[in-house]
């Protein structure tokens, strides 16, 4: 009996997907059906002002819990792998022997090490940083946070250098928890979003991790997205000897459920924040306008290259409608709210609330909210905050035309917030362009468990797998030509008033 056969008789996928803001689990048959499902919220630390941490005792404990959840009456021997997908750039650090976190987990939001990005930047540093991984020096990226732990705490840096030690983001920590510490192993799509990866040789490069203070003793092995990342062992609820056969950082992982595969396919992502991701095929395109070059997944997991636009506040402004200025009580109020008058009322926010990402990629700027009146209302506070989503990922896709050289004509989109409906028509009017949206939304955690099916020998390739197209709706532009382009210039003269009278990118 072959592999294939033997293993896809009743068997299910296990996705983990670990969030910024919560943890979900996903069982999948092998046909790529959701069977069940967990989620547990995971909480985030906010020490001071631009500072954001997550404990990594309370991303194992989420994790459990969503495992717990979602394995509810099922059969755990059933699993034939697991995936791992993640929030990437967020640093971890812990004990090898008792895997003991070492220090608080920085979060990809947090901003600290903003000064010493710069300081590296008027030092003539990044050229080379960009050439060796496709990143911008901001502290959005791993390699700083790193270095401020390890600066931090004398002991902790006697100890990495030893090996006792170790660095991870979060897909490294859950491996070393599941496999009760005997892996310690990353795949190119985490690997390259730290700055110490070199995304053309695929290895770790020595001359950055000289650069940013950290010792290669404690860097995970990087291992194929579709490779053998151990088994369990001693996790409460699961066997011990399930395979994790899958992993791959959020928005590759999205990339590959979409089915972006190959040179071409586009995706964005509406989550905390707005990820666009255009695949480039098996050759690192390099930007010139803004854009990052990342690491991606081809048809079976292989390596392969993307263009990425992140932009850090889109889901994350609706939750600040709703837990600080408490206009909303829910998430899912926004819309009917925004829906109660016909536009923004002639106000815009620029949602800077963490610097600005691509393709202006300005930590130093904050959020503003322009042309408010004594007749500005709830209801425009919240239109200005969708379109001021849609308006990013706008400056993003023109950034990714002209670096591809080549006009993006659809885009298909995921993530929590893209099951806003207004959302995705302002999308549709403001990029001139139909949009797509699967009726699975958790794209991110289809691309881990497609991923370990692929390792696990029950899909060959991307290709191969029967995923459902059913449900999915399409969103076409409305708007004219005249009214769209009115509202980009006041947007872009809204961009250029925070950005000090100059909309240069960096």
Request: charged share 25%; aromatic share 6%; with cysteine.
């Amino acid at each position: 009996m072959s592999r294939r056969a033997r293993v896809s008789r009743g068997a299910r996928l296990l996705a983990i997907d670990q969030g910024t803001t919560g943890t979900t689990a996903l069982l999948l048959d092998d046909r790529a059906r959701v069977t069940a499902r967990g989620y547990a919220e995971l909480p985030q630390h906010f020490p001071r002002p631009g500072w954001v941490e997550h404990r990594g005792e309370e991303i194992w404990e989420t994790t459990l819990r969503a495992l717990r959840a979602a394995l509810r009456g099922a059969r755990a021997e059933r699993i034939a792998a697991i995936g791992i997908t993640n929030q990437r750039e967020t640093a971890l650090l812990w004990e090898r022997g008792s895997l003991r976190p070492a220090a608080p987990a920085i979060v990809w939001q947090d901003r600290r090490t903003a000064g010493r990005c710069e300081a590296l930047r008027r030092a003539g540093r990044e050229p080379l940083v960009r050439k060796r991984t496709g990143l911008r020096l901001d502290p959005y990226f791993s390699a700083t946070k790193v270095e401020w732990l390890l600066a931090h705490d004398a002991g902790l840096r006697v100890r990495a250098r030893r090996g006792a030690v170790a660095f991870g983001t979060v897909d490294s920590w859950l491996v070393a928890k599941l496999t009760g510490g005997a892996v310690h192993a990353t795949d190119p799509t985490n690997a390259s979003r730290t700055l110490l990866y070199d995304i053309r040789r695929r290895r770790w490069d020595p001359e950055l991790a000289d650069l940013f203070g950290v010792p290669e003793a404690m860097l995970p092995e990087v291992r194929p997205s579709a490779g053998d990342f151990g088994a369990t062992r001693g996790v409460p609820g699961l066997p011990d000897g399930i395979p994790i056969r899958g992993i791959a950082g959020d928005q590759q992982a999205a990339l590959f459920g979409q089915g972006c595969v190959r040179r071409g396919g586009i995706k964005n992502t509406y989550g905390t924040g707005c990820f666009l991701m255009l695949h480039t095929g098996a050759v690192p395109t390099t930007s010139r306008s803004g854009l990052l070059t990342t690491a991606a997944c081809g048809p079976r997991g292989e390596p392969a290259y993307a263009l990425e636009g992140s932009v850090f506040i889109a889901g994350a402004a609706v939750q600040w409608l709703r837990d600080s200025l408490g206009i909303i009580a829910t998430a899912a109020d926004v819309e009917p709210l925004a829906r109660s008058v016909p536009d923004a009322g002639g106000t815009v926010l620029v949602p800077a609330f963490a610097g600005l990402g691509a393709p202006w990629w300005r930590p130093e700027a904050r959020g503003v909210w322009s042309g408010l009146t004594r007749g500005t209302t709830r209801g425009h506070l919240a239109r200005a905050a969708l379109e001021s989503i849609a308006f990013q990922t706008c400056d993003v896709v023109a950034a990714m035309e002209k670096d591809a050289r080549s006009r993006v004509r659809a885009l298909r989109v995921d993530g929590g917030a893209a099951a806003n409906d207004l959302l995705m028509q302002t999308q549709a009017d403001l990029l001139g362009i139909p949009i797509t949206r699967p009726a699975m939304l958790e794209s991110t955690a289809l691309g881990a468990a497609l991923l370990a099916g692929i390792g696990a020998g029950i899909w060959s390739d991307r290709g191969d797998v029967p995923v459902s197209r059913g449900g999915a709706k399409v969103f076409r532009p409305e708007m004219s030509a005249t009214e769209r382009r009115q509202k980009l210039e006041v947007w872009t003269r809204s961009i250029r008033s925070l950005l000090g009278g100059s909309a240069k990118r960096r």
